[in-house]
């Protein structure tokens, strides 16, 4: 196995190694860049313009069709872009359809299911559609009038306490509508890491010459947060950046849930990361997404866990500090719990010997019908919300709940072996996949029937690695759908090694 092994070690280490570097690597966001091009559009729009326009769905929509409450706010923001740019070619066509699909969807918000909307769209469509009317643009917002609802009931919230910089409303900075003086830009330049904001920032703030300097340190931002991309293009920004914190902590993450956290021929990149990710911690009794911003439940457990799992002694404290009743939340103040964030939270809790009851009856109260646990507002993947949350319970004591899960990821599996939440099987959540049915082997909970899928799932996976390593799925959610691209491959690159070496063991 040694010849097969070996090209995924070398190829895991460097993406270890280059973790953190740029301040993370993450795909470009059709919402924030049409948003740029918007309100503060680079020297050169042409390549930005172009590329927004490449991004566009058959069905006219921006996004991915397996998301759908997902896709209002990209594609109301490119129709925005748009029609500021009419007078360039194609530019009305593409427009029309986007208003088109815009309106083919509008049922969709008669009832929200409030855990599958991303981050803030309660703030932002309204904002849009409001944007939208400015510009004559044919959306009816009665059609919205349950997403109103619920903005006014978050700006209520909102309005009790003063705006403070790297709190997480700033990252929607944009929808606030507020004057440019009542937030500065942070020292890397950004309104809340978000490119969207910065660039709603800059547009009210580029007329105050009292606010010169900030303007310039806010303008490099864009610029550096482009380059986050890969792409090299001008005003294609990604959805945040910097992302140092997430892309640390779960890649990390990922390594010690297929057990490859310790492997001795990983210690001399992991190490140093290892390093890095004690010092966010300590810094800021909890982790970040990204620099300047507020700590949040999700990356403080998952770095919690490998932390303790590295000997680096954790007070639950920093976990603890996120509970609300009967669940912990992500950020205070959010509109909902999420499923995702209170499974890492227990998972990271086992670590230190203490438990939550009261997390652990809301996850079991979320278990649907048929035994999955529904994506939610942090990821789009019903795979793997379900993967953390039996990666808790497992720990926990809950075989009952985890064998219902174990039957509904063998039924879902794809005719070809792989898996996926959509039509076709992708290599992320046949990582998902495969790390649920070999930590259910190692509960002692995985059946004949799951080795066999295990085994066909591998296979599948060997070869989408072999002859597509190059494949994109964007899987979590912000303002809209993304990828951070070195956690996803480190998912990928340490389940097949993980399963090649139990393989192996066996």
Known sequence: ???????????????????????????????????????????????????????????????????????????????????????????????????????RQADQWAEIPIDALPTATEIILPYLIEEAQICGLAIDPTLYTALYQLRNYKLKQLGKRPLVAGSAPTHSWEALRQEADAILPDSLGSIGLSPSATAAWLRVASTRPDLAEHCKRAEKYLTYAAASTGLDLPGVVPPAWPITGLEIAYALYALLITGLLTEPRLQDVVDPIVDELWIMMKRGHGVSFGENFTPDLDDTAVATAVLQAKARQIDPAVILQFKNGGHFC???????????????????????????????????ERQCVDGRWLPDKWHSSWIYTTLEVILALG??????????????????????????????????????????????????????????????????????????????????????????????????????????TERVAA
């Open 1 to 103: 196995m040694n010849h097969y092994i070996e090209p995924l070690m070398t190829e895991l280490r460097a993406t270890i190694a280059d973790l953190g570097k740029g301040s993370g690597s993450i795909s470009p966001s059709v919402y924030d860049t049409a948003q740029v091009l918007r309100l503060y559009a680079p020297q050169e729009s042409g390549p930005a313009l172009t590329w927004l326009l490449s991004q566009q769905q058959a069905d006219g929509g921006w996004g991915a069709p397996e998301t759908p409450y997902a896709r209002d706010v990209p594609t109301l923001a490119a129709v925005l872009a748009l029609h500021s740019y009419h007078h360039v070619p194609h530019t009305h066509i593409a427009r029309e359809a986007g208003l088109a699909f815009l309106r």
């Open 330 to 364: 992500t950020y205070h103040h959010e509109l909902n719990p999420s499923v995702l964030a209170n499974a890492h939270a227990l998972y990271a809790l086992t670590y230190t010997n203490e438990r939550y009851p009261a997390a652990e009856k809301f996850l079991l």
């Open 395 to 500: 720990e926990l004591g809950y075989p009952a709940q985890i064998a219902k899960a174990q039957e509904t990821i063998i039924q879902q599996q794809k005719v070809d072996g792989g898996w996926g939440s959509g039509h076709c099987a992708n290599r992320a959540e046949t990582s998902y996949a495969l790390i649920t049915l070999s930590t259910l082997r190692q509960y002692g909970h995985l059946t004949s029937k799951g080795e066999f899928a295990l085994e066909r799932g591998y296979q599948w996976l060997t070869q989408a690695n072999n002859t597509h390593p190059a494949t994109e799925t964007k899987l979590w959610l912000a303002k809209e759908i993304y990828a951070p691209y070195r956690v996803d491959r480190i998912y990928e690159l340490s389940t097949l090694i993980s399963v090649v």
